[in-house]
């Protein structure tokens, strides 16, 4: 899963070191603000959320924003409850973890530089906290509509770009061969090596098989297996691919090499993905996600016992 945004801006703006103020005095630090579902929010709360999103925006945000925030991670908290997503210390401890490896510094030192600047490291395992399991909700009970269909992202890219994109394809593994014919050799050599690429031809009926006889075969060697799609494949090698029984040899060619070719490990149908259709792919599924769980969460909201103690 991807670093959310908000998070991401916190690990730059601590790297930057901003200073922010102190700790609110112990008189006004437990005043209940607002209750929610039976859970209270203190200014103490306010004050810290209010610290952190400065960290994260370097803007101080309204006190308003701060407290509907707030607001929002109870309700999403107390959803996950009732469906069972609840993650345990360890699982935040453990993304807290996460956080601090990918700004290079230890935990130890994330939490120093969160206290230097007035900032508890409860104050931000307890955001991610309500950010893994709003996350985990959302895909999970609305998996089925945040798909993307992809004709959909075909049709999208074609409107943007005015290519038309084909959708269906097909995925060949192989294992690319090689019979080693030294520069120089004579025609009567050379011969004798197609000949023998002919022979290991009727003898190879898998790739376990070409494995094992390329592998223990002098002056012969067999490659890793590479796996490409439709769209990356000329089209004579495509033909050459179809034609091919799955687990036998293609054709020898003689090349700079040597003499090569391949071993046809798998050929299946799959849909042709390029880096542009994963841009519009990507974009498609955040718009879903975002209009999803802005709905389920002003649902949750309406439906949750609020009341406001003193603004």
Known sequence: MTTPLPVFRLLLAISAGLILTGLPSPSRAQNIVVMVNGDPITDFDIDQRAKLDQLTTQKTPPRQEVIKE???????????KKFGVDPGVSDVNQSYEGMAQRMRISPEQLTKSLESKGVRPETLKGRMKAEMVWTSLVRGRFKEKLLVGERDVAQAVQAQTGDKLQIEGTEYKMQPIVLIVPRG???????????????????????????????????????????????????????????????????????????????????????????????????????????????????????????????
């Open 70 to 80: 707030l607001i929002d991670d109870k309700v999403k908290l107390k959803e996950g």
């Open 185 to 311: 050799s004579s025609a009567a050599f050379l011969e004798t090596r197609k000949k023998e690429a002919e022979t290991y031809r009727s003898r190879v009926a898998s790739c376990e098989e070409a494995n094992s006889l390329f592998r223990s075969t002098p002056n012969a060697t067999i490659r890793d297996s590479v796996t490409k799609t439709t769209a990356e494949l000329p089209e004579a090698l495509r033909k050459v691919l179809d034609d091919t029984p799955i687990g036998h040899l293609t054709a020898p060619e003689l090349t700079k090499n040597g003499i090569e070719m391949v071993v046809l490990c798998a050929r299946k149908p799959t849909m042709i993905d390029t880096p542009k259709k994963r841009e519009v792919r990507e974009k498609m599924y955040q718009e879903k996600y975002e209009k999803t769980q802005k709905a389920y969460l002003d649902d949750l909201r309406k439906a949750a016992m609020i009341e406001y103690r003193n603004r």
